[in-house]
């Protein structure tokens, strides 16, 4: 087989497989990220080596290669890798890979054989979910940033207006944020920020969301939650921030530490999506306006707004 | 069989392609059920040489509105060339998408579920339409490869059929049409296979030989 | 032991009734006759009483699966051979039920053309 010459050198991982799906041909790149020789792996069933390999997307896709000649492409944003190997780029322990499968026809074009051609697709990947992470999130806080949550805002809506199930929203502001800049200035604010999201985001579940609205303005989203569930997960988020230490401790250059604590307190308001909220932008409001009642009504409380 | 030899297909010619679609979307239709346990009914297709109209207002006309609309667009290459279009209206999709969910390995990250459900309807598009159209390839004694799919909006149909160079003054295709329905549910979509018109003598001469076997 | 003499061939489509035709051994002096849907068949039928009906099952005005139905109403003995397109199970189930005599999957073939006929002849 003179084409060896040229599947040994290219950067991408080949396999062959029969119809049994024994082990037709793999090369070298395949030998380099799993250490198992061409010679030993050839003959045997793919299986005996690679267990993990057989998940039912595989079966569907192979049994489609030979059935009727399907190639097939599989996706590293679905499936993460065909084959584990490792590797350790930014947040991933495993190689991702892009991959396609394709049937191999003899002269009469019945399929005899399938190849799988693997690439290697780890630093775009992570490139790829950097730039996706640098775009929703706040650079500041690391919560979801405000064009990322006006997009999910709509998603949600629609999904839960359509089901009919229940969606609270919970907006709050820190109190007083201006003179806390003032006193003890933009770095003290900025951990001040960062603190109270790290607070927040503890009192919430997996699928709530929490984004940096403004300034000093928080937004969560609550799915499946009614008002009066919200209220408690904003009465514990009100009371945490409130009870918290601020202690903020600064090195300067003469190795002098030096510590500064305020008492910060937050303002709270709560809305619920009910029959009459027809637009994302009302629920979102409602929420606005009960914030507005909560920092009128003397700040650190919560306030719900029932929707007229 | 009467031999026509521009760029018109003859009632015969038109009637036995039909047939043959029928024969290898019914192929197509038993492999799916089998290799991924989905039960797909495909209509009775229709054949169009489609000239001065514009391309997108036909397929605007038979699917009603394409807003809304997502199509896996794929290109297959053989002795004919052509680019399949599977469109499904949004319902569909959603329904078609949990379907398949699933059994597909995968947990879902929200933040990137738009993404996974376009990579989702890729891999769905591929596996149906790689099942008709190797089929017919099959039939007319052809084989094809195909290029990945890809996922668009109904929106963004015209400047991929330019780019296809489908849409111009000069360009003419044959446009095959099939409606299906999955698993005894409401959920349908259109498939629309686009041929280029270079392709037209290759085609032309696979259904003589077709014909040529029962003369 | 039925000999068979006239063949009624049901089917939409002009090529799919040429195909069959062009399975059929053409040596055996057979007489021909065609319909394009299910109503035209037992319409067919009933004139012409074909010793054999290859019947197509996706047509318009009626399709295959009534037309076999009331082909055996009026005559529990027809030999009838299903060709078809749709070869799922469920298709096959259904037509069975029917009391046919085989079931094709199209393109149809020579040889298993030769063979249902055959069949039907008992020999």
Redo the contacts between chains.
């Keep these: 087989m003179i084409y060896r010459q040229v599947f040994d050198v290219i950067n991408a991982g080949l396999v062959i497989l029969d119809k049994d799906l024994r082990v037709c041909y793999w090369n070298r790149w395949m030998t380099k990220h799993s250490g198992i020789d061409c010679g030993d792996i050839v003959g045997s069933q793919l299986r005996d080596f690679f267990p993990d390999v057989y998940t039912k997307y595989f079966d569907r896709s192979i049994k489609s290669v030979f059935k009727f000649g399907n190639f097939v492409f599989m996706s590293q944003k679905l499936h993460k890798y065909l084959f584990k190997f490792p590797k350790n780029v930014s947040c991933f322990q495993s190689m991702q890979q892009s991959v396609t499968m394709g049937p191999i026809r003899e002269r009469d074009n019945a399929i005899s054989h399938a190849f799988i051609v693997i690439q290697d697709v780890t630093e775009i990947a992570a490139y790829d979910r950097k730039i996706r992470e640098i775009n929703i999130k706040d650079g500041l806080t690391g919560v979801y940033n405000r064009r990322y949550f006006e997009s999910r805002l709509k998603d949600e809506f629609d999904r839960h207006k359509r089901y009919c199930h229940p969606l609270s929203l919970i907006m709050f502001d820190i109190d007083h944020f201006k003179s806390i800049n003032d006193t003890y200035g933009h770095q003290y604010g900025d951990f001040v920020l960062k603190k109270i999201s790290s607070t927040a985001i503890e009192m919430l579940r997996v699928n709530d969301m929490l984004a940096r609205y403004g300034g000093e303005e928080f937004c969560c989203i609550l799915p499946e939650t009614t008002i009066s569930s919200a209220m408690m997960v904003a009465e514990r988020i009100r009371k945490n921030v409130e009870t918290q230490d601020n202690n903020f401790t600064t090195i300067d250059a003469s190795a002098t530490t030096t510590t500064t604590s305020a008492k910060v307190t937050i303002s709270l308001g709560v809305s619920e999506l009910c029959e009459i909220t027809n637009t994302c932008e009302h629920l979102l409001k409602k929420a606005d306006d009960a914030l507005y009642t909560a920092k009128r009504e003397g700040r650190n409380r919560v306030v719900s707004m029932s929707l007229f | 069989m009467e031999i026509n030899n521009d760029y018109t297909f003859s009632e015969?010619e038109v009637?036995?392609l039909?047939?043959?679609m029928?024969?290898a979307?019914?192929?197509a239709?038993?492999d799916l059920?089998e290799v991924i346990n989905v039960?797909i009914v495909l209509s009775?297709p229709s054949i169009k040489i489609n000239k001065e109209e514009s391309l997108t207002e036909f397929i605007n006309s038979e699917i009603g509105d394409l807003k809304g609309y997502k199509i896996v667009e794929q290109s297959y290459w053989g002795k004919s060339r052509g680019v399949a279009l599977l469109a499904f209206p949004h319902e569909a999709e959603l329904e078609l998408i949990a379907m398949f969910r699933e059994d597909a390995d995968t947990v879902v990250d929200a933040e990137m579920s738009d993404e996974l459900d376009n990579e989702m309807l890729i891999e769905i598009g591929n596996i149906l339409i790689g099942a008709c159209v190797s089929k017919l390839a099959e039939?007319l004694k052809d084989l094809v490869t195909f290029v990945p799919p890809r996922v668009i909006s109904g929106e963004q149909l015209v400047e991929a059929l330019v780019e296809n160079r489908f849409e111009s003054e000069t360009s003419r295709v044959i446009l095959l049409k099939t409606v299906f329905r999955i698993n005894d549910r409401e959920l349908s979509g259109h498939l629309f296979l686009l041929n280029n018109l270079d392709s037209i003598h290759t085609l032309k001469d696979a259904l003589r030989a077709f014909?040529k076997?029962?003369? | 032991m039925i000999t068979i003499k006239k063949i009624l061939i049901v089917d939409d489509?002009?090529?799919?009734r040429?195909?069959i035709?062009?399975?059929i051994p053409k040596d055996k002096g057979y007489e021909f006759f065609e319909a394009s849907d299910g109503a035209k068949a037992v319409e067919a039928y009933k004139n012409y009483r074909p010793d054999v009906t290859f019947m197509d099952l996706?047509m318009p005005v009626m399709n295959g699966f009534e037309a076999i139905e009331l082909i055996k109403a009026f005559d529990p003995k027809a030999a009838i051979i299903v060709l078809?397109?749709?070869?799922?199970?469920?298709t096959a189930e259904k037509v069975t039920a029917l009391g046919i005599s085989s079931i094709l999957?199209?393109?149809p073939v020579k040889a298993t053309v030769e063979e249902a006929l055959i069949k039907i002849q008992g020999i």
């Design positions: 015969i009637d036995t039909q047939e043959l029928n024969i979307f019914g192929q239709s038993a059920a039960f009775v039939l014909w076997q029962y003369e | 489509s002009t090529s799919a040429f195909f035709k062009g399975c996706t078809t397109a749709d070869i799922q199970a469920k999957k199209k393109p």
